[in-house]
């Protein structure tokens, strides 16, 4: 069963969808899905979440705000705004009365791996489990070299207060913000399962960024390196080893 559901945060409406198994019996558990930089909750999140839902794992995926369907404007989203955001929706999720609350994963893909493991080190208790799929750490490299991915100068952002990114507005604020961060502090409060998924052939986020995690912490982290598959999964097959992996995973860490 699907459902819409909006929640508040920093006055602005987040908007999403809850997938809710149909035949559960009792609290079943949750994974939260946190989709990737100028991307939206539908990309590629509805597949995974109708196969969890058959496996009776309900999921709730949503637009961080200034993306999709969600209130804002992208020019103002930095990465301390999406952790804001994503703690709101962890909140909202827990106290759902068919959720566990003691069962509640967080699945991230790009910079959305980065916002899940950076929430999850503010709110270790709440997080059982988290999927990181190609995790867009080297952000803050980029942004230390002057650029946003690997092509994007924001040299001169300061002076115009965004630059375009094909029609989108990244604003100044998300330069300053994500500069501020420390990666591996901000994660390692975190100390329970950690799955990584990369592809070996992702240019956009080099497979050496999730390789430096698992070597960072290595008691918790477990890499799956998916040969062949690009940063958006975009062959099926590919896509299909992401799923039945992260499947895998999260049943094992929601016994």
């Known amino acids: 069963m699907q459902v819409a559901f909006e929640c508040v945060n920093n006055g602005k409406v987040l908007r999403g969808m809850q997938h809710i198994p149909d035949h559960a019996a009792g609290k079943v558990p949750a994974v939260i899905m946190f989709h990737g930089f100028t991307a939206t909750m539908s990309m590629m999140y509805v597949e995974v979440a109708r196969r969890l839902e058959r496996h009776g794992i309900a999921s709730v995926r949503f637009d961080f705000a200034g993306s999709g369907e969600s209130d804002g404007d992208f020019v103002d989203m930095t990465i301390s705004s999406e952790v804001s955001d994503g703690l709101a929706v962890l909140d909202y999720v827990k106290q759902l009365d068919y959720v566990d609350p003691e069962r509640i994963a967080i699945m991230g893909t790009s910079l959305g791996g980065v916002i899940a493991s950076f929430a999850a080190g503010k709110r270790p208790d709440d997080v059982r489990a988290l999927v990181l ?105 590919h896509r299909q080893q992401l799923i039945d992996r992260s499947l895998d995973f999260l049943a094992e860490q929601f016994r």
């Not at 002057?146 to 100068?153: N, Q």
């Not at 300053?176 to 240019?203: C, E, F, M, N, T």
């Not at 390789?211 to 975009?234: C, M, N, Q, S």
């Open 133 to 237: 799929i190609c995790p867009a750490f080297i952000f803050s490299e980029h942004l230390r070299q002057g650029t946003m991915g690997p092509t994007t100068d924001i040299t001169r952002i300061h002076e115009t207060g965004y630059v375009d990114m094909g029609g989108i507005k990244l604003g100044a604020g998300f330069v300053d913000d994500g500069l501020a961060w420390d990666i591996y502090q901000a994660s390692a409060p975190y100390r329970k399962k950690v799955l990584l998924i990369h592809g070996d052939a992702d240019i956009d986020v080099p497979l050496r960024v999730s390789e430096e995690y698992a070597r960072t912490f290595p008691d918790r982290a477990e890499l799956h390196i998916i040969p062949g598959a690009d940063h958006i999964f975009l062959n099926p097959a």
